[in-house]
């Protein structure tokens, strides 16, 4: 088993920056990759970042995806923040190759709210 924790979520103005981490721990061997997702009321979960240097297309150039092995935690930094950008930001974890769907996913994090106002 795997568990994963999100923290760093927050209410932001547009043009700010934000880094969210996840902190994983359990039987992480197992893992080969691991990403954020994310949801906005009323849409689907989507695809943000994954750390084989994937991006969606929304973020692609403000969002950077980092993961320090040593520490066991995953970050998120995420600049230039817009309101479409507001959303509850997952971590997940996969014994995939690639995580660019909610298919691949074997593990997910709580989530953390980020809400950036205009």
């Known amino acids: 088993q795997v568990q994963l924790v999100e923290s760093g979520g927050g209410l932001v103005q547009a043009g700010d920056s934000l880094r969210l981490s996840c902190a994983y721990s359990?039987?992480?061997?197992?893992?080969?990759?691991m990403g954020w997702f994310r949801q906005a009321p009323g849409k689907d979960r989507e695809f943000v970042a994954s750390q084989n240097a994937y991006y969606g297309n929304s973020v692609k150039g403000r969002f950077t995806i980092s993961r320090d092995n040593a520490k066991k935690i995953v970050y998120l930094q995420m600049n230039n923040l817009k309101p479409e950008d507001t959303a509850v930001y997952y971590c997940a974890a996969s014994s995939a190759s690639y995580i660019l769907t909610v298919h691949a996913v074997d593990y997910w994090g709580q989530g953390t709210q980020v809400t950036v106002s205009s």
């Open positions: 359990g039987r992480t061997s197992s893992l080969y990759v």
